[in-house]
């Protein structure tokens, strides 16, 4: 007997999916790269400090270096060897390019082995020639000097770059609000400047909180991790945010120069995140606060504060500004910045000593300049102190009348 087929019932339609508005920058803070930890019974992200990742299938490991080395994707599985990737290094990376909304993000020692990392990626395809915008941070402006074989750079203020772009060039690189005038540039307006040559911009000074560059047209996003992200001034470390492409050649170079971030310093960077918003307001409030009152201050000539926001001032006093340096007693007289405590510096001194008289005089930087960075201290207290040491340096100018 043969039965008949059963009439084809048309199926109901799936459910639609609920649809999802986007998380808010805060709540990816605290969650980003930890979707999967509550399934594994646990709520502290796991540190990984393997070195290597013992298997007793060779071939298998070839296979996953030959992949490694064809495509630069993070390797299904264990990573062979911890040049390649960490876990735990990952998990850091994964949240920052939630925050900065990039498909990828790459990992280095410090910002300086991540912009290293950049250029020699571009230099390697051809492309080592860098047009970039100066005020840098002085060690990243020396770097661009044909420190590293292979790169050339061309200076221009923000409206030469479109005429500066040549067939080898690689990247265009900006700072804004940029290390240490804070003086900032339109990204969109500068991307458009850079027609199909990848634009970077190292966002450390803003942060994803303030600033999301690669929503407005930059395909990179720079950070020294060392500054707001760690936020303790205890871990050092830089990141790239940015497409796939060019996160898989970094992670070539990476891989093959051994400029890795340290799992612990990946651990301690993923914890930063989850306070980064709260902190970057809360300093930014200070701040703000702090910047009106230094500029009706008699010893202030000119104090700046980022349009966009943030917790760094750039402050040119009419005194001695060692004076200031060696007045303060509860503000630290260091270099870096992004801390939760207040930081001070000269950066004709420090941290843009390296690029010298011409250089600072082409960025804008003068003698007479203070970079102050905010921290989480009573805006109270740090009036306090600030206002004392500038009365000091205002003593200099009368005492050398
Ligand atoms: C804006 C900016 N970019 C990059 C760097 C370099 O980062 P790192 O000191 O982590 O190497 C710094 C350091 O101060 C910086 O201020």
């Given at each position: 007997?043969?039965?008949?087929?059963?009439?084809?019932?048309?199926?109901?339609?799936?459910?639609?999916?609920?649809?999802?508005?986007?998380?808010?920058?805060?709540?990816?803070?605290?969650?980003?790269?930890?979707?999967?930890?509550?399934?594994?019974?646990?709520?502290?992200?796991?540190?990984?400090?393997?070195?290597?990742?013992?298997?007793?299938?060779?071939?298998?490991?070839?296979?996953?270096?030959?992949?490694?080395?064809?495509?630069?994707?993070?390797?299904?599985?264990?990573?062979?060897?911890?040049?390649?990737?960490?876990?735990?290094?990952?998990?850091?990376?994964?949240?920052?390019?939630?925050?900065?909304?990039?498909?990828?993000?790459?990992?280095?020692?410090?910002?300086?082995?991540?912009?290293?990392?950049?250029?020699?990626?571009?230099?390697?395809?051809?492309?080592?020639?860098?047009?970039?915008?100066?005020?840098?941070?002085?060690?990243?402006?020396?770097?661009?000097?044909?420190?590293?074989?292979?790169?050339?750079?061309?200076?221009?203020?923000?409206?030469?770059?479109?005429?500066?772009?040549?067939?080898?060039?690689?990247?265009?690189?900006?700072?804004?609000?940029?290390?240490?005038?804070?003086?900032?540039?339109?990204?969109?307006?500068?991307?458009?400047?850079?027609?199909?040559?990848?634009?970077?911009?190292?966002?450390?000074?803003?942060?994803?909180?303030?600033?999301?560059?690669?929503?407005?047209?930059?395909?990179?996003?720079?950070?020294?991790?060392?500054?707001?992200?760690?936020?303790?001034?205890?871990?050092?470390?830089?990141?790239?945010?940015?497409?796939?492409?060019?996160?898989?050649?970094?992670?070539?170079?990476?891989?093959?120069?051994?400029?890795?971030?340290?799992?612990?310093?990946?651990?301690?960077?993923?914890?930063?995140?989850?306070t980064l918003p709260v902190r970057v307001r809360a300093q930014s409030a200070t701040a703000a606060e702090l910047a009106r009152r230094?500029?009706?201050?008699?010893?202030?000539?000119?104090?700046?504060?980022?349009?966009?926001?943030?917790?760094?001032?750039?402050?040119?006093?009419?005194?001695?500004?060692?004076?200031?340096?060696?007045?303060?007693?509860?503000?630290?007289?260091?270099?870096?910045?992004?801390?939760?405590?207040?930081?001070?510096?000269?950066?004709?001194?420090?941290?843009?000593?390296?690029?010298?008289?011409?250089?600072?005089?082409?960025?804008?930087?003068?003698?007479?300049?203070?970079?102050?960075?905010?921290?989480?201290?009573?805006?109270?207290?740090?009036?306090?102190?600030?206002?004392?040491?500038?009365?000091?340096?205002?003593?200099?100018?009368?005492?050398?009348?």
């Amino acid at each position: 007997m043969t039965t008949a087929p059963a009439a084809r019932v048309p199926a109901d339609p799936p459910p639609a999916a609920p649809v999802r508005r986007p998380r808010a920058l805060d709540t990816e803070a605290v969650h980003a790269g930890r979707e999967d930890l509550a399934a594994m019974g646990l709520h502290a992200p796991p540190i990984d400090l393997s070195t290597t990742h013992p298997s007793a299938d060779s071939r298998a490991e070839a296979a996953r270096i030959d992949a490694f080395a064809a495509t630069g994707s993070r390797p299904e599985g264990p990573p062979v060897y911890g040049r390649v990737d960490n876990a735990t290094t990952a998990r850091f990376e994964d949240a920052l390019a939630r925050l900065e909304g990039t498909a990828g993000a790459v990992a280095f020692a410090s910002g300086m082995a991540a912009l290293t990392a950049l250029l020699l990626a571009r230099a390697a395809g051809g492309a080592g020639h860098v047009v970039a915008v100066r005020p840098l941070y002085g060690c990243s402006d020396h770097l661009l000097d044909g420190v590293l074989p292979g790169t050339s750079v061309t200076r221009v203020t923000s409206d030469g770059i479109a005429a500066a772009i040549r067939p080898d060039t690689g990247l265009v690189l900006v700072e804004t609000p940029a290390n240490p005038t804070l003086v900032e540039l339109d990204i969109e307006t500068v991307a458009r400047a850079c027609g199909s040559v990848p634009l970077v911009v190292d966002n450390t000074f803003a942060t994803p909180v303030l600033q999301r560059p690669a929503t407005l047209g930059a395909r990179t996003v720079l950070h020294s991790a060392t500054k707001y992200l760690g936020g303790h001034g205890d871990v050092m470390g830089g990141i790239v945010a940015c497409d796939e492409e060019l996160a898989c050649d970094l992670r070539r170079v990476r891989f093959a120069t051994g400029a890795v971030l340290h799992p612990l310093a990946g651990y301690l960077l993923l914890r930063g995140l989850a306070t980064l918003p709260v902190r970057v307001r809360a300093q930014s409030a200070t701040a703000a606060e702090l910047a009106r009152r230094l500029a009706d201050h008699p010893a202030v000539g000119r104090v700046r504060r980022p349009a966009v926001g943030g917790a760094m001032l750039a402050v040119e006093v009419v005194g001695d500004p060692h004076r200031v340096i060696a007045g303060v007693e509860l503000i630290t007289p260091a270099v870096s910045l992004g801390g939760v405590d207040t930081l001070i510096q000269h950066p004709a001194s420090i941290s843009h000593r390296v690029i010298g008289e011409e250089g600072r005089r082409d960025g804008g930087i003068g003698d007479r300049l203070l970079r102050i960075s905010v921290g989480l201290e009573d805006v109270e207290d740090l009036w306090e102190d600030l206002d004392r040491a500038l009365n000091a340096c205002r003593e200099s100018v009368t005492d050398s009348r």
